[in-house]
């Protein structure tokens, strides 16, 4: 296999140039982006909503909290993919910061664990997930936590309703290290 | 040299890698589809989140239950609606101003043809002409696109999505009050956006990973930050509405909006894949009346 494959290797990297990468700086994500996606190149965010302004025949665009246009959306002509499935390792020792944690989870634009799961002292929180609170009391091994933040599906099936933070690059393993150790603080 | 020749397998490898994921099929996740039938009613909720018999009939809403935290849901919030709230809010300023702009384009009686009156009667447009496939335009397509089409060809601006498009849908919506949806999608082109706009309902997408499903069929009698999941059984029936917030949306700006809840780049207003799930989810009205106009939180 291996010997097969490595002529085949160098000959594509020959032929491909910079696929990652043109000129004007947009990276292949962007240049890929669908037509029919709503983005509005004089925000900095890209990401727009319509807002049907009183009495106007018109729509006046405005731009949304967060640039969402790395990942997949809805339009027939979106032929990017979505991450798999990820298993990763916990490199411990864990070296969160509770209150950068705190910041991650209760931020809608950010983290928003809030939305889904009750967390102690957050207010409006949500049952669509299982109580957060008196977390650090169960002793959940550090690799597990990781892993259901990192990528759920991974423990819990594809079909499960919590978001891949990880896999889908929301959180990078910094952030994720906050977040448990914010989790840590729930007596 | 020996550098150069580490390092070239290995950027080879790395091009190689984007490549094949250009080339394959994309990979895509779709939450678990249930079995909505070739031709959905209404009441095929009882098989779903069997909270029909709680809504079905709005002047029998239950007063206890649209007023418990818990069990509010069940009510599917359509006590906004007429006549728990029949006091003047904004969707009734938006019917008058769609008179006035319905009566200046209809004139000479040409802006209700082309919406597809029979002889200048708006009755019923609402409940069962839309949406439909337009042959002059080669698409399916709803009554705010029609709106924008038919105003554009008297010179006038009148956007699918912008307030007074959504005025005058009110307006003509008004003529279907009380009327049951009925749209069939058991053949031809609509059964094709049905299906098409099924499959997009449950298709995850966006950086949470989220379908328009993950909420709406998984979640039901959840709370997403203190807010309550309802059926999306009989979602359709009242729309454009008047958002508490102050805004007049037509439907699609709603998906937008539920789009960006969900983390998901939305897309532009009239957009293929939003007429689908309009589509997919006036059929899952059929048989529920249009009420306009109409308020929701």
């Not at chain 1, 004007?24 to 037509?35: E, H, I, R």
């Not at chain 1, 405005?62 to 246009?69: E, I, Q």
Request: hydrophobic share 35%; glycine share 8%.
């Amino acid at each position: 296999m291996r010997k097969l494959i490595l002529p085949i290797l160098i000959a594509s990297a020959l032929s491909t140039p910079m696929a990652g990468c043109a000129s004007d700086g947009t990276n292949k994500q962007a240049s890929a982006l669908p037509s029919d996606t709503l983005v509005k190149e004089q925000f900095a965010v890209k990401t727009a909503w319509p807002y049907p302004k009183e009495n106007s025949g018109e729509i006046e665009y405005r731009a949304h909290g967060r640039n969402l246009t790395q990942w997949i959306t809805l339009s027939y002509d979106d032929t990017r993919s979505s991450q798999r499935p990820t298993q990763v390792t916990f490199n411990g020792p864990l070296k969160g910061d509770a209150e950068r944690g705190k910041k991650i989870a209760t931020t809608t634009q950010i983290g928003n664990c809030v939305a889904c799961h009750t967390i102690p002292g957050a207010v409006q929180t949500g049952t669509a997930g299982p109580s957060l609170a008196g977390f650090a009391k169960r002793g959940l091994p550090e690799q597990l936590v990781y892993q259901i933040i990192y990528d759920p599906r991974v423990i819990y099936g594809e079909q499960t309703v919590m978001p891949p933070f990880g896999a889908f690059n929301n959180l990078n393993e910094q952030e994720i290290h906050d977040v448990m150790a914010y989790l840590n603080t729930f007596q | 040299m020996r550098q150069l020749t580490l390092i070239a397998p290995a950027a080879a490898i790395a091009v190689l890698l984007a490549g094949n994921v250009m080339a394959e099929v994309p990979y895509r996740q779709t939450t678990p589809i249930i079995d909505y039938g070739a031709q959905p009613h209404v009441s095929d909720d009882r098989k779903h989140t069997g909270t029909y018999e709680h809504w079905k009939d709005r002047a029998k809403l239950n007063r206890d239950r649209v007023n418990s935290a818990t069990e509010q849901w069940t009510t599917n919030w359509k006590f906004m609606d007429e006549p728990y709230n029949d006091t003047l809010h904004g969707g009734h300023e938006a019917e008058d101003r769609g008179r006035q702009l319905f009566t200046q384009l209809n004139q000479n009686g040409s802006f209700a043809a082309c919406l597809g009156a029979k002889e200048g009667d708006l009755t019923g447009l609402r409940a069962n002409h839309y949406p439909q496939f337009n042959r002059e335009l080669g698409k399916v397509v709803n009554l705010e696109m029609m709106i924008e089409h038919c105003a554009s060809k008297q010179g006038s601006t009148l956007m699918h999505g912008s307030y007074d498009n959504s005025a005058i849908s009110v307006y003509v919506a008004t003529y279907s009050n009380g009327m049951p949806i009925n749209i069939d999608v058991s053949q031809g082109e609509l059964k094709a956006a049905f299906e098409r706009g099924k499959e997009r309902f449950h298709l995850r997408t966006g950086r949470l990973n989220m379908g328009c499903a993950s909420c709406h069929v998984s979640l039901p009698g959840q709370f997403l930050r203190g807010q309550g999941l309802t059926t999306h059984y009989g979602d359709a029936a009242h729309w454009p509405t008047y958002r508490t917030k102050n805004e007049m949306q037509s439907l699609h700006v709603r998906f937008t909006e539920c789009n960006r809840n969900g983390g998901t780049q939305p897309l532009q207003i009239g957009a293929k894949p939003y007429v689908d799930i309009e589509v997919f989810l006036n059929a899952l009205s059929n048989g529920y009346p249009v009420a306009v106009p109409s308020a929701r939180d």
